[in-house]
Nanobody, 116 residues
Framework: QVQLVESGGGLVQAGGSLTLSCAASRPTFSFDAMGWYRQAPGKQRELVANIRSGGSTNYADSVKGRFTISRDNAKRTVYLQMNSLKPEDTAVYYC??????????WGQGTQVTVSS
């Protein structure tokens, strides 16, 4: 069973920064992709950013230029550096890991609240 443990959420003022971490129980490179999703109240869960096993990254248009996804294979950890945060970034952020064909795993979620 794969475990994903998120940390780093919290309350921040608009324009501030936060870094989310996701520690995996398997090596990060063993997954085809790892990423971050978010879900705001009353909205569907959406992709924020992901990083594939080869290192390529993908971002939602709404966070391009502000968020950066990275990984540390030695620490089995994926990070999401979030800068210039906006109130509309407020959501529960979930770590995700999976395979092109196969199971997908989710963390428990971490709350990010951006005050105006």
């Amino acid at each position: 069973q794969v475990q994903l443990v998120e940390s780093g959420g919290g309350l921040v003022q608009a324009g501030g920064s936060l870094t989310l971490s996701c520690a995996a129980s398997r090596p990060t490179f063993s997954f085809d992709a790892m990423g971050w999703y978010r879900q705001a109240p009353g909205k569907q869960r959406e992709l924020v950013a992901n990083i594939r096993s080869g290192g390529s990254t993908n971002y939602a248009d709404s966070v391009k230029g502000r968020f950066t996804i990275s990984r540390d294979n030695a620490k089995r950890t994926v990070y999401l550096q979030m800068n210039s945060l906006k109130p509309e970034d407020t959501a529960v952020y979930y770590c995700n890991a999976g395979y092109n064909v196969g199971p997908t795993y989710w963390g428990q979620g971490t709350q990010v609240t951006v005050s105006s």
